[in-house]
């Protein structure tokens, strides 16, 4: 099964600190994976990491004043938080006394029936009202907090981490994923079909739980692929308030589910920053991309020409993802479409090889002779081995010393490498440095203090009771 994360959202008024709030548990973990401009905030979505747990962090901004917008927006936004969300975060101002509106949150919030967490806010201000106050909206945990003076942040993650999973690794069940991401109009939906009618053997056609995430299974050859629709991200300052929010949420989770992604751009609007970070989105969630370039067929006077023109420019623009493949593709009249099958499949193989050892410290010296590493006076950094030690992203290990010395450029020059020797394309790599001198270290400082913790409690004589 391809890895979910739980999700998390925060809901709530305007000016009740719920941006303070998200900024505080996301940016402490330095773990901020998009920004999206808004009115009220710097960011919507975030990938936080606690004692061992991860999950999305998505901050509802939009609700505005309730005179007239709150009836518009707020049943949908918040019916939509409990539908996406494994936990919900009900924020409120400490210096304001309950409202309706605050109530209506509330009742609507547990009525999901899903953990509901209640976020006592601006604690530190004189005005704070008592405790007391907030237990008339019904949540049994209420949690006080000063997002601006990051007070409470660790008790709210606590909170969290114990109403989700653990991240675990759980048994593959052999089903490619593939999602189509992009922005809306680009032809994911048409594509989607198309994928859809090309198969003689489909076992399913589900709707997903979700408005905008429809799946199907189809089988091709021996492999059993589930492709999954989004209904795009828009530019932040055209997201609607309430459930178009939700759509960011609802790619990211699909994006998340996926062992490969389309990146759809529509070949008459190219080249924009959203495709960008959408590109970044899945990069960082370490799953394999294809960027697909749509309707194809909708291009005046192409030729060989316009497409060779064309692609140079688009790989520049996804400079920072070069191991992507690019296709153009025409749903109506199918070019390419069943290519895309062949791509996937070709994709997961790449990042389910497991390579030897010896392979990869046969390149690594070949690397290092060909090329040292620079670093300070009697300093150099030292590649002593390399192993790989996870697949999907494939991850790999460079042990040695004074690592910290190495140069990002070295590290780019070493990926590249490996990528080319290994053919990873399709799928990004991760690498990890560890300086043996350091564990080494951490070894003999954890050996002192077990010993000194020895010495503490050594048996003395005692009298039987």
């Not at 998200?22 to 960011?43: C, K, P, Y």
């Not at 660790?154 to 690794?169: C, M, Q, R, W």
Request: glycine share 4%.
């Amino acid at each position: 099964m391809a890895s979910k994360l739980p999700t998390v959202a925060i809901i709530g008024q305007a000016n009740v600190g719920k941006s303070s709030l998200f900024n505080r548990l996301v940016r402490s973990n330095q773990a901020i994976v998009a920004r999206e401009a808004g009115t009220t905030r710097d960011n919507v979505l975030g990938r936080v990491e606690h004692n061992y747990h991860q999950f999305w962090l998505v901050d509802t901004a939009g609700l505005k004043d309730a005179a007239d917008e709150f009836e518009a927006s707020i049943q949908d936004q918040i019916t939509e938080a409990a539908d996406a969300a494994d936990v919900i975060l009900v924020v409120v101002d400490s210096t304001q006394y309950v409202s309706d509106e605050d109530r209506t949150v509330a009742k609507k919030a547990l009525r999901s029936k899903k953990p509901v967490i209640l976020i006592v806010n601006k604690t530190d201000l004189k005005e704070s009202l008592p405790t007391d106050e907030f237990k008339r909206l019904g949540i049994k945990e209420i949690i006080r907090t000063s997002a601006e003076h990051n007070q409470g942040t660790n008790t709210v993650l606590d909170a969290v981490v114990a109403l989700i999973p653990a991240k675990s690794e759980e048994a593959p069940d052999n089903i490619l994923r593939i999602s189509l991401i992009g922005r809306p109009n680009v032809g994911k939906s048409y594509l989607f079909n198309t994928l859809a009618g090309k198969q003689q053997a489909i076992v399913a056609n589900v709707a997903g739980t979700t408005r905008d995430v429809n799946r199907i299974s189809v089988r091709y050859g021996a492999r059993d692929i589930e492709i999954l629709d989004t209904a795009g991200m828009r530019k932040p300052g055209k997201q609607e308030v309430g459930i178009e929010k939700f759509s960011v949420l609802r790619t990211l989770q699909a994006i998340e589910e996926s062992d490969v992604c389309f990146l759809l751009m529509d070949v008459n609007e190219l080249n924009t920053q959203l495709d960008q970070r959408l590109a970044g989105i899945i990069d960082d969630a370490g799953k394999g991309m294809v960027l697909v370039i749509s309707k194809w067929d909708s291009v005046e006077d192409k030729d060989a020409y316009t497409r060779d023109a064309l692609a140079p420019k688009i790989s520049n623009t996804f400079k920072f993802t070069p191991w992507a493949p690019l296709i153009f593709t025409s749903s109506v009249t199918g070019q390419n479409v069943t290519k895309l099958f062949d791509l996937a499949l070709d994709i997961d193989a790449r990042r389910h090889q497991e390579l030897k050892t010896r392979q990869l410290n046969d390149l690594l010296q070949k690397l290092i002779q060909r090329h040292p590493p620079a670093g300070l006076k009697n300093t150099h950094p030292k590649l002593r081995y390399m192993v790989q030690t996870d697949v999907s992203p494939p991850w790999f290990v460079i042990y040695g010393s004074n690592l910290k010395f190495i140069h990002w450029s070295y590290k780019r020059y070493l990926e590249r490498h490996v990528r080319e020797t290994f053919s990873f394309a399709g799928t990004p790599i991760r690498f990890s440095f560890r300086d043996e001198k350091q564990i080494k270290a951490n070894r003999e400082k954890e050996q002192l203090q077990k010993d000194k913790l020895a010495k503490k409690v050594k048996p003395t004589d005692s009298t039987e009771l």
